[in-house]
């Protein structure tokens, strides 16, 4: 896996502290099933609220789906990490699909290479604190988002 991304978005300063990373392959063998599981028992552990849950595991789930809509395979990962005792995940997804020609148009304002909506990468972007794509092409798509919970 890359770690391109491993600074926090900018609205955040101080020292960061990382706790385990959690990682899960996501294809046509796996599913989304090992990644799920492995991220509510991360976030159950940390007693979040029932929304900010919600928020996470719907980021995993469209991350998933896009892998195996559009990267064929890949993995996702996740790392709690506090800054000066606000608590946040990094997620981290990646694929081995084509990549994304067009990030400016790649899934927002209902633009999609496969057969949904578009709304993936947009929902993702409303819940997210920050959202930062990076494509490979042909090789593969990098997408890291970062959710503040307190």
Same mark, same amino acid.
């Given at each position: ?13 101080? #020292?960061? $502290?990382?706790?385990?990373? +959690?990682? /899960? ?7 989304? *099933?090992?990644? =799920? ?6 976030i159950t552990s940390w007693n979040l609220n029932p929304m900010a849950r ?29 800054? #000066?005792? $606000?608590?946040?995940?990094? +997620?981290? /997804? ?7 020609? *067009?990030?400016? =148009? ?45």
């Open positions: 896996m890359s770690e391109a991304g491993l600074s926090p978005p900018s609205n955040r300063t101080g #020292n960061i $502290h990382t706790f385990d990373t +959690i990682c /899960a392959p996501v294809d046509r063998v796996h599913g989304l *099933s090992a990644i =799920r599981q492995h991220a509510r028992r991360c919600a928020e996470i595991l719907t980021i995993i789930n469209e991350l998933g789906n896009n892998i195996l809509h559009h990267g064929g395979e890949g993995r996702i990962c996740i790392t709690p990490a506090q800054i #000066n005792g $606000h608590l946040g995940f990094r +997620i981290i /997804a990646e694929d081995t699909g084509p990549g994304i020609s *067009s990030l400016g =148009r790649a899934g927002f304002h209902g633009h999609s290479r496969g057969k949904g909506l578009g709304l993936g990468l947009k929902g993702i972007e409303r819940m997210a604190n920050d959202l930062r794509i990076a494509s490979r092409l042909p090789k593969g798509t990098y997408v890291e988002v970062w959710k503040w919970v307190f």
